[in-house]
């Protein structure tokens, strides 16, 4: 059985942070692409970052530059590191098995004004 456990949600002020955080297990997280993915109210999910189990990544143009993904392979743990929040990143924010329909329960983002 695949679980993705999330943490790291709230609330934060425009120009603030916040660090999301995703477990599953070793035998999962291994051998597989996690992405995080976000939906906003009334839009549709779309992709925010990914990263291969070689470490690789990618991210959506949005928030490239201020969005960092990254993995401990100690704790079986993808981070996503979010600096200089906007209001327009206000969010459920879920993690993912790339390619794969395992998500996470979600975690909500809200970026005040």
């Known amino acids: 059985q695949v679980q993705l456990v999330e943490s790291g949600g709230g609330l934060v002020q425009a120009g603030g942070s916040l660090r999301l955080s995703c477990a599953t297990s070793?035998?999962?997280?291994?051998?597989?692409?996690m992405a995080w993915y976000r939906q906003a109210p009334g839009k549709q999910r779309e992709l925010v970052a990914l990263?291969?189990?070689?470490?690789?990544?990618d991210y959506a143009a949005s928030v490239k530059g201020r969005f960092t993904i990254s993995r401990d392979v100690v704790k079986s743990t993808v981070y996503l590191q979010m600096n200089s929040l906007k209001p327009e990143d206000t969010a459920v924010y879920y993690c993912?098995?790339?390619?794969?329909?395992?998500w996470g329960q979600g975690t909500q983002v809200t970026v005040s004004s």
């Open positions: 993912n098995l790339y390619l794969k329909n395992y």
């Open positions: 070793r035998s999962i997280f291994s051998i597989n692409t």
């Open positions: 990263i291969t189990n070689t470490a690789g990544t």
